[in-house]
C-alpha cells in the first residue's frame, strides 16, 4: 500500500463524505474547502491539484472507493453500503538519544559556533570618535539576541553571562543593539555568515530546493480598495528567499527582497551563492520560480532543475533545456515529482524557523526588519549544525 492509499484510509476513517448527483465530496485534510471526486469504474477523476498534475489515483480517490463498497443484487441493482477503515499512522525512526543530547547543550554549543563564526569578522577602521565595541561583539549580541526571542532588556542577562564564559569582550547596552540592527552595513555581514555556517555540510548536501515565505511586522500598510470603495490596512511583513538542502535543511543562500517582489528573479542569486560552497546535483522550486533562464542557469551548473510546469506551459520549436524539461514532466511525470516533491523541505525549513523564533519581527525600521530576520535564519543553520555534530558525527570548522 503506497502513501496515497494510506492517507485516503485515514480520511474514509476520520472524515465524513457526502454524494451528491453521482458526485462525491471528499474534505480536504488541510481544513480548506472539499474536492469532488467522479468514481468512474476505468477512469476515476478528482478536481485537487495532485490528480490534475499526476493523472493517477489521489488520495480523495482512494478515500471514495474505501467509503463505497459495491454489491451487485441478483436482480442487477446494486446496492451502496458505507464502511469505516481503520489505518495505522506511520512513523518514523527518530534517534532520540542524540537528539535529546543536541537538545539539552543547544544553547551552550550556540554560543560556542556563534563566537567561532564571529570571530572572523573584520574590523572595520575607526580615527576618530569613542572607541566603538568590536563588530564581532555587536554582531554575537545581535545574533544571540534574536535567537533567545527575548526582548532586548530581558536578553541583558543572557549577555552578560556570555561575557564571563569569554564569548564578547563587552557588554554592549540594549541600545546598542537595536543600533546595531538599523546598520545596512550588517546586512552582507550576516549574508557572509549564512553562508560560511552551511559550509560544514557540504559533504552531505546535494540535493537543494528554494521557495519564500513572510514575515509580520508591527507595521500596518493602508491602501483605497477600488472595488469596495474604502480604506484597507494589513501587517507589513518581510518576504524572505531560502534555498535549503534537502537533508539536513541548512540554509544556503538568502535574499530579502521587496514584499511584493516576484520570486522568479531571485531563483538566480540564491542559486550563484549555493554552488560557490555546494556540489548541485538537484534543485526543485515551485512554479513561481519556472523560466527558461532559471533551468538554463541550473544546467550550467551541473544540475538537473525540477521546477513545477504551469498549466498553460507550452513546448518551444528550440531544443532547449525547456522543451527537455517539458517532456520529461509529461512523459515521465512519476519519476520528475518525485523530484520535485523535496521542494516540501524547504517549507519544513520556514517551519523550524518560524517555530522556534518567531514569525514576526520586533524592528520597527525596514533595514532592522532585514537584518533581524537574517539573524533568525542564522540561529537555524547553528542549530542545524548542532544537530549533525550530535546526530551524523560531524565536527563543524567555522573559519569565518
Not at 467509503?67 to 464502511?83: A, C, H, L, Q
Not at 560556542?112 to 564581532?136: F, N, T, V, W, Y
Not at 474604502?230 to 534537502?246: D, L, P, S, T
Not at 506551459?313 to 523535496?342: G, T
Amino acid at each position: 500500500m503506497d502513501a496515497r492509499q494510506q492517507r485516503g484510509l485515514e480520511i474514509a476513517a476520520t472524515c465524513k463524505i457526502n454524494q451528491k448527483n453521482g458526485t462525491w465530496l471528499v474534505p480536504s485534510q488541510s481544513g480548506h474547502g472539499k474536492y469532488a471526486v467522479f468514481p468512474d469504474a476505468e477512469k476515476p477523476t478528482c478536481t485537487c491539484p495532485d490528480h490534475e498534475t499526476r493523472g493517477g489515483k489521489c488520495k480523495h480517490i482512494f478515500a471514495v472507493e474505501y467509503v463505497i463498497k459495491r454489491e451487485e443484487n441478483p436482480d442487477g441493482s446494486t446496492t451502496v453500503t458505507e464502511t469505516v477503515s481503520v489505518t495505522k499512522r506511520t512513523t518514523y525512526p527518530q534517534d532520540w538519544t542524540n537528539y535529546n543530547k543536541a537538545q539539552t547543550n543547544e544553547k551552550d554549543q550556540f554560543q560556542e559556533l556563534l563566537h567561532d563564526l564571529c570571530k572572523g569578522i573584520p574590523e572595520p577602521e575607526q580615527r576618530m570618535g569613542r572607541p566603538r565595541i568590536a563588530l564581532s561583539d555587536m554582531v554575537f549580541s545581535a545574533a544571540f539576541k534574536v535567537y533567545s526571542t527575548f526582548s532586548g532588556r530581558r536578553f541583558m542577562s543572557d549577555l552578560r553571562d556570555a561575557h564571563e564564559k569569554g564569548f564578547i569582550h563587552k557588554v554592549p547596552h540594549y541600545n546598542s543593539i537595536f543600533r546595531c540592527l538599523e546598520d545596512v552595513k550588517l546586512t552582507p555581514v550576516l549574508k557572509e555568515l549564512i553562508v560560511t555556517s552551511s559550509a560544514p555540510l557540504a559533504s552531505v548536501e546535494a540535493d537543494f530546493a528554494a521557495d519564500s515565505s513572510g514575515f509580520s511586522s508591527s507595521r500596518f500598510e493602508k491602501w483605497y480598495d477600488e472595488k469596495y470603495g474604502g480604506m484597507k490596512r494589513q501587517h507589513a511583513w518581510v518576504k524572505a528567499h531560502i534555498m535549503v538542502g534537502v537533508k539536513t535543511n541548512v540554509v544556503t543562500a538568502v535574499e530579502i527582497g521587496d514584499q511584493d517582489a516576484h520570486d522568479s528573479p531571485m531563483f538566480k542569486p540564491l542559486l550563484a551563492t549555493t554552488v560557490q560552497t555546494f556540489n548541485v546535483d538537484n534543485v526543485s522550486a515551485d512554479k513561481a520560480y519556472l523560466s527558461a533562464e532559471n533551468l538554463q542557469a541550473v544546467r550550467k551548473v551541473g544540475g538537473f532543475p525540477y521546477i513545477m510546469f504551469k498549466t498553460n506551459s507550452r513546448a518551444s520549436n528550440v531544443n532547449s533545456i525547456w522543451n527537455q524539461m517539458f517532456h520529461f514532466f509529461n512523459f515521465k511525470k512519476d519519476v520528475f515529482l518525485e523530484h520535485y516533491h523535496q521542494r516540501s523541505n524547504v517549507e519544513s525549513t520556514f517551519s523550524m524557523i518560524k517555530a522556534k523564533f518567531g514569525d514576526a519581527v520586533r524592528s520597527k525600521t525596514d533595514v532592522a526588519q532585514k537584518n533581524e530576520v537574517l539573524c533568525k535564519v542564522l540561529g537555524h543553520n547553528i542549530c542545524c549544525l548542532i544537530s549533525a555534530m550530535y546526530e551524523l558525527g560531524i565536527t563543524p570548522q567555522l573559519a569565518g
